[in-house]
């Protein structure tokens, strides 16, 4: 047996190199499952004894350099706003008598080397401790991250200037170059902080629906406020007119209207009636209820969706597999870059000690491995979070960049393209009296639960049928039909064409039959209901030049019948389970394919795509049987989730080209002495906010594909 998944809440974590960390350490201590996030700052792993204690796990966390959040733990007052407050309050006369002195205004106590020392010197202890403990750390476990580069900086900055303060020689004194580090670096953190939030709004607002108290109806009748998470399956509860509904249920008492948009991007409230399914969070904008709670607590429709988000990072793109290997071995190549710009300029071009150590200590400051390892992780978070707000759950960044590149997208038919639902198509009479065969179809098939019954039932209400006729002996014939007799000793039926005496031929456009005393009274045609976005949902992917194709295992008729109407590109009806397989197998040698389908009764096809969309509305079994699940069998979702992981992996591109572009530009200029260490330091911070910036901006960006439709 398994065991359990433990989630711990981690402070500290900065960006995708700290994840990287802690993940790391995990696995070499043989624990399994590891999966770290630091936009939410949960760790997760596979609990196991003997490979390593939860105790354990916390204390190897905290020796790299981070806090595990306990519940009944008091805040710490020394938080890293304060940090950045008291760093910058010391930094900001240093800063202003080294502009001065730039400009040949002189302030005789400015310039002291020993007021610069004390000024200082706050500073660089708060840099030593925040940088310098996850930096040492991070040597002890072998995993170098950002910290150490901003260490090294700093820290060569401020014993050069002790050293110069000792000599007495003032062009060795740049104490305001060691602080302004620190404390650029702390403002940009800070930025990050705040930037990085700001991906996972999805989360918050997801968080926020969650109903604390709800109305359980007791077995003598009662009703008691509880907290919605003492709620068992199979409780009765108390739903009323602007409530929201405390968990996921079916409906026992009442029709009503809900809003649902808040979880599925439906904009219209849904009319729900008895033994409807409801979902957790939504609001009841119109009557009462009384529903039957079938899920709580992670099996809930709402927590799936807000662990879909969470773990949206887990399943990493291919494009940034490369961004990860190469911060993997970014810091230590810095190191060895920076010690060469040193040597090779005090040894080899003949720079001054002191213009040689600022170029390194350049080099050093201005390399930003953080914007690498955020890239990916924010605009996947950002692209996952939109999508999930459109009630479209996607399972990893993987998907996203399948998604993308998909060439093929396979339809099932019925449930998918069409509703399952069934529409009067022709009545093909057979009697002069219309009025009584409507009478007599709507009589008899009021007593069937066949859905081509409910159909007709519906149908025959719109049409005149309003002819006296008594009916006895009513009964239903499985796979035959419904026959009944009048007063007079009349025999009625109405079914399939095994009712048709062998005289009468059966038609293939016809489904149902209607008999008066073996005599066709009237022949009946049903067509499948197609969804109303059907045709524009695929005529629109089409035009991203995705190809087409409808796989059915109902009748080729009737599959190429609705291809026909929907102009899609390739057609198979009469498929098998495994030929339906054998036919995406076939698809997906062409290119990446996706299958959309119920997510139930389709699971194997879905499963042998690249990317399997499930249409199966709000279940437990549709969110677990495909990569994309569709809160709403609305299929206009599958041009927008295409659309927006197309913008995503568009986002993640340019992210990672800035930060390439930036590393590669900047090293070489700060090691041509052409870059001071202090404006390095500012350009790292904001290199980071710049690719964070730019996803965010995913999360309210038009896209011009989706303003089209």
């Not at 190429?560 to 036919?583: C, I, N, R």
């Not at 699971?603 to 699940?629: H, M």
Request: hydrophobic share 45%; glycine share 8%.
């Amino acid at each position: 047996m398994k065991k359990n998944i433990i989630t711990l809440e981690v402070s500290g974590m900065d960006c995708n190199n700290c994840a990287m960390s802690i993940s790391r350490y995990l696995e070499r201590k043989g624990l399994e499952d590891v999966f770290v996030n630091f936009q939410t700052k949960e760790v997760r792993f596979r609990e196991d004894e003997k490979a390593l204690s939860l105790e354990g796990v916390k204390a190897g966390i905290h020796k790299l350099g981070f806090q595990v959040v306990e519940e009944e733990q008091i805040p710490s007052w020394w938080t890293f706003e304060k940090k950045l407050f008291v760093s910058a309050l010391f930094t900001t006369p240093l800063l202003i008598g080294h502009f001065l002195m730039m400009a040949g205004i002189h302030i005789t106590f400015l310039e002291s080397a020993w007021v610069q020392f004390v000024l200082c010197l706050p500073v660089y202890i708060i840099g030593f401790l925040h940088f310098g403990n996850s930096a040492f750390r991070s040597l002890q476990e072998k995993v170098l991250n950002m910290d150490v580069l901003i260490f090294t900086g700093s820290t060569a900055a401020f014993i050069y200037s002790v050293i110069g303060l000792y000599l007495q020689e003032p062009k060795y004194i740049f104490f305001e170059t060691a602080a302004t580090i620190i404390t650029l670096v702390l403002v940009g953190n800070w930025m990050e902080r705040k930037a990085v939030a700001k991906t996972t709004t999805a989360i918050e607002d997801l968080t926020s629906l969650k109903v604390e108290m709800a109305s359980k109806v007791m077995p003598s009748g009662t009703i008691v406020r509880i907290k919605s998470e003492e709620l068992a399956i199979g409780d009765i509860l108390q739903v009323n007119e602007g409530d929201k509904v405390p968990a996921d249920g079916k409906l026992l008492e009442g029709e009503v209207e809900v809003d649902e948009s808040m979880l599925t991007g439906e904009s219209l409230p849904i009319h729900k009636q008895l033994g409807d399914a409801l979902i957790g969070a939504s609001l009841l904008v119109a009557g009462n209820m009384r529903m039957e709670v079938t899920a709580v607590g992670k099996e809930s429709v709402l927590q799936q969706m807000i662990e879909l988000v969470k773990t949206a990072q887990r399943d990493k793109p291919d494009i940034q597999r490369l961004a990860d290997r190469i911060s993997a071995i970014f810091v230590p190549v810095v190191l060895g870059i920076s010690i060469l710009t040193f040597l090779l300029g005090y040894l080899a071009f003949g720079f001054s000690a002191q213009g040689a150590l600022m170029n390194a200590i350049a080099v050093l400051v201005i390399s930003c491995p953080c914007a690498m390892g955020l890239a990916t992780p924010t605009a996947v978070m950002v692209g996952v979070g939109r999508m999930a707000k459109q009630g479209i759950l996607v399972k990893g960044g993987q998907t996203i960049e399948l998604l993308s590149k998909i060439k093929h997208i396979v339809f099932d038919k019925t449930g998918t393209l069409t509703t399952g639902k069934f529409r009067l198509k022709e009545i093909q009479y057979h009697s002069e009296d219309q009025n009584k065969v409507h009478t007599l179809i709507h009589k008899l098939e009021q007593r069937s639960s066949h859905p081509l019954a409910q159909s007709l039932v519906h149908a025959m209400e719109e049409l005149p049928n309003g002819q006296a006729l008594s009916l006895q002996e009513i009964e239903e014939r499985k796979g035959f039909g419904v026959e009944a007799k009048d007063e007079v000793g009349n025999h009625y039926q109405i079914g399939s064409a095994r009712l048709l005496p062998k005289s009468t031929q059966a038609s293939t456009e016809h489904q149902v039959y209607l008999l008066e005393n073996k005599e066709l009274l009237a022949r009946i045609a049903l067509e499948d209901e197609i969804r109303p976005a059907a045709a524009s949902t695929i005529s629109r992917l089409k035009g991203l030049g995705v190809e087409t194709v409808i796989l059915s295992g109902d009748q080729q008729r009737k599959t190429a019948s609705v291809a026909k109407s929907l102009e899609v590109d390739h057609l198979a009806g009469e498929q098998l389970p495994e030929q339906k397989l054998a036919a995406i197998e076939e698809l997906r040698s062409k290119g990446l394919t996706a299958m959309v389908g119920d997510g139930i009764n389709d699971a194997p096809a879905l499963a042998k795509a690249d990317v399997g969309i499930s249409l199966g509305g709000a279940s437990q079994v549709a969110i677990q049987s495909a990569e994309i699940v569709l809160l709403k069998p609305k299929l206009d979702k599958v041009f927008e989730a295409l659309v927006i992981s197309k913008h995503t992996v568009k986002t993640i591109r340019q992210n990672l080209f800035w930060a390439f572009a930036y590393n590669i530009v900047a090293i070489p200029i700060a090691a041509a002495g052409f870059l001071n260490p202090m404006w390095g330091a500012l350009f790292m911070a904001v290199s980071d906010v710049i690719v964070i910036g730019n996803s965010i901006l995913l999360r309210s960006k038009r896209l011009k594909e989706l303003d089209k439709s």
